[in-house]
C-alpha cells in the first residue's frame, strides 16, 4: 500500500468496513496492508484490559453502561457487532501477530501500569520487538504513568486543538509522535514538531483529497477508517 514515507494506520482496525475495535476489524486492516493498526483500551471491574473506543458501551454495542463498572464476562455478552465480542488486547495482538505495528491509546485510567506489563510480556514470549508499538493518549498524565514505566517504548501525545507553545509540550514528555485532529493541523504545527525532533501523525482521514492536502503539510502518518482509499 505504501507508496510514499507516510505511514497508513487503520483507525480502530479498519473500521469504515468492519465493526469498530473487533478482531473483525483488525484481520481486515491487515488483509489491506496497513502498517500499523491503532485501538483503544480500558480496564474493566474484573482487571482485563479491554478494547473499546467509549468509556460506555452503548454506542458501539448493544449494551448499556460504563465498561468500567462491568465485568468481563458481562462486556463478553454484548455484541459489537455482527456477531463479534469485545476482544481483550491479548487477542487483538495475537490476531495482529506482529504483521503490522499497533499503537494503543490509553483510554481509561489506570491503563498505564497493565498495558506495560502486557507489552513486557509479549517482548519476552512471543517476539515482539520495541519498534512494535507506539502507546499513545490525550490523558497526558497516563502517558506520562506509561513512559515512567516503560521509557524504551515510543509514545504519542494525542490532541484535538493547536496549543499556543505547538509541540513544545510532546517534546517534554519525551513524546515521538504527536497526533493531532485533521481540522486543526497547520503547516506550522508541523514544521515545528519536526524541528523538536517529533514525528506528525493525522486523524482521521478518509477522503483522498483530504489526504494530498494532509500529505503536503509533510506529515509523517495518517490514521483512516479506510487505509485503503489513502
Known amino acids: 500500500m505504501k507508496k510514499d514515507n507516510i505511514i497508513r494506520i487503520g ?24 502498517e500499523m493498526t491503532e ?10 484490559l479491554v478494547v473499546i473506543h467509549d468509556d460506555k458501551v452503548d454506542r458501539t454495542t448493544n449494551g448499556t453502561g460504563y465498561v468500567f463498572k462491568k ?27 506482529r504483521k503490522a ?8 485510567v489506570g491503563t498505564a501500569k497493565p498495558v506495560a506489563e502486557t507489552i513486557i510480556r509479549y517482548q519476552k514470549e512471543k517476539g515482539w520487538l520495541i519498534d ?18 516503560l521509557p524504551e517504548i515510543p509514545i504519542g501525545a494525542l490532541i484535538t486543538g493547536i496549543p499556543l507553545n505547538y ?13 493531532v485532529s485533521m481540522e486543526f493541523v497547520t503547516r506550522e504545527f508541523v514544521d515545528d514538531a519536526h524541528q523538536r525532533g517529533l514525528k506528525i501523525a493525522v486523524f482521521t482521514v ?14 509523517d502518518g495518517v490514521f483512516s477508517n479506510f487505509p485503503d482509499r489513502i
Open 167 to 179: 509541540a513544545e509540550f510532546a517534546e517534554k514528555l519525551g513524546a515521538q509522535f504527536v497526533n
Open 11 to 34: 483507525h480502530r482496525g479498519a473500521c469504515g468496513y468492519e465493526p469498530e475495535n473487533t478482531l473483525r476489524s483488525f484481520r481486515k486492516a491487515i488483509e489491506l496492508g496497513v
Open 71 to 97: 465485568t468481563f464476562s458481562e462486556l463478553r455478552q454484548l455484541d459489537a457487532g455482527q456477531g463479534e465480542k469485545i476482544p481483550t488486547l491479548e487477542e487483538v495482538l495475537d490476531v495482529i501477530n
Open 39 to 48: 485501538f483503544d483500551v480500558y480496564v474493566c471491574a474484573t482487571g482485563e
Open 206 to 219: 478518509n477522503e483522498p483529497d483530504d489526504f494530498e492536502l494532509i500529505k503536503a503539510m509533510g506529515v
Open 132 to 149: 512494535d508499538f507506539l502507546v499513545s493518549s490525550f490523558n497526558h498524565h497516563e502517558l506520562k504513568a506509561f513512559h515512567d514505566l
Open 101 to 108: 505495528k499497533v499503537n494503543i491509546e490509553l483510554k481509561g
